[in-house]
């Protein structure tokens, strides 16, 4: 608990803190009405398919931003899917899928309109907000409303990941909260998100302040929540709210992990560890030293991108290992000078 106080007496901590809280609450509220959007969007574009249904399950695999299909189907599938994405040009992670699996579970389907990272993920409410705005973003069903709104989101959702000492602006929290309001009134048509964009202004609003209080004559630390009354200015129409009962040590370990997550899968995409990266990591390991009570509860986290470190040192740390062409001019020196001296020998 004294860790606790420490940092939530950290204006900056809080306020990155309650940004992620509210990234949480929107991927709550957004998750039933993508999946359901998705199921749609799978029924039409199986309709779609002219190529006869194989009797089993072709053997087509994705790999990272690359695929080749092998059979009829998966072709038509690859078809229809590009011609629905936005960013036809762009890096497309072919990987996240399975294309065996496109005719019969939606959510395969889905993954190609996302970014990296999504191979384990089998539905909507496993997937973090960044695949949900990302997915609006660039599969053309949701064309019908105004995407710039889903991309300064997801652009806000970016600085607060990349943020590696965890900290934001009071400024910076403005501005994300208008953000966040532009796209709450964007998709008020989906079910429970005006409600949830209201339990987001409280959480903007609100004051985490740790106690203490005497339990039996002794001291104890206690967090405590002082919920400010909203005033929502007509911005949000009045519906019944209730504050998602999770704690702030519940939402900062959520964050953390998707941040340390993040950085291993982009350490695994470059292949080697950048400054910017180390940099990064030694400002996680470094805040997970300091706060012991998030670093026992990382640990398992903390141990993936220790060992991915590892296995990404620049190629120059590990010693100069000759060119293969440098090896092969060496040899052909060598039996230069043997014949050389074997063509002086025999004169
Ligand atoms: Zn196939």
Known sequence: MALLATRMNCGEYMNWLKAGQCL??????????????MLDFHWELSDRITAPRPKKRCQCRAARKQFQPSCPVCAQWKELILA??????????????????????????????????????????????????????????????????????????????HS???????????HFEQKLYDLVSEFKH???????????????????????????????????????????????????????????EEVEILLIQQLIQELCLEIEEQGSLTEENEDKVGKIKNFLSQNEDL???????????????????????????????FAAFLVVLSLAFSLAYLFGQTH
């Not at 949480?24 to 959007?37: A, M, T, V």
């Not at 384990?120 to 609006?136: F, H, I, S, T, W």
């Not at 104890?220 to 007509?234: A, N, R």
Request: hydrophobic share 35%; charged share 20%.
């Open 190 to 248: 989906v079910p429970g998100l005006l409600s949830g964009g209201e339990e987001m202004q409280k959480v903007l609003l609100s004051e985490l302040s740790i106690g203490v209080i005497e339990v039996d004559g002794i001291p104890k630390f206690e967090l405590q929540s002082l919920i400010t009354p909203v005033d929502l200015q007509g911005r949000v129409t009045s519906q019944s709210c209730t504050i998602t009962r999770i704690s702030p």
């Open 164 to 174: 590696a000492d965890m900290k934001v602006s009071s400024s910076w929290l403005k």
């Open 84 to 161: 629905h994405h936005n960013y036809k040009n762009g890096d497309i992670h072919w990987g996240n899928s399975n294309p065996s699996l496109w005719p019969t579970h939606y959510w395969e389907v889905a993954k190609v309109y996302m970014p990296r990272g999504q191979a384990q993920v089998r539905g909507p409410e496993k997937c973090d907000v960044a695949a949900l705005l990302n997915l609006m973003n660039t599969c053309d069903y949701f064309s019908g409303s105004n995407l710039s709104r889903v991309r300064e989101l997801i652009k806000c959702r970016n600085e607060l990941m």
């Open 295 to 325: 670093g026992f509860v990382l640990q398992g986290d903390l141990k993936r991108l220790d060992n991915l470190r590892k296995n990404h040192v620049p190629p120059n740390a590990e010693g100069w290992i000759p060119p293969q062409g």
């Open 24 to 37: 949480l609450l929107l991927q709550d509220r957004l998750k039933g009405y993508i999946g359901g959007k």
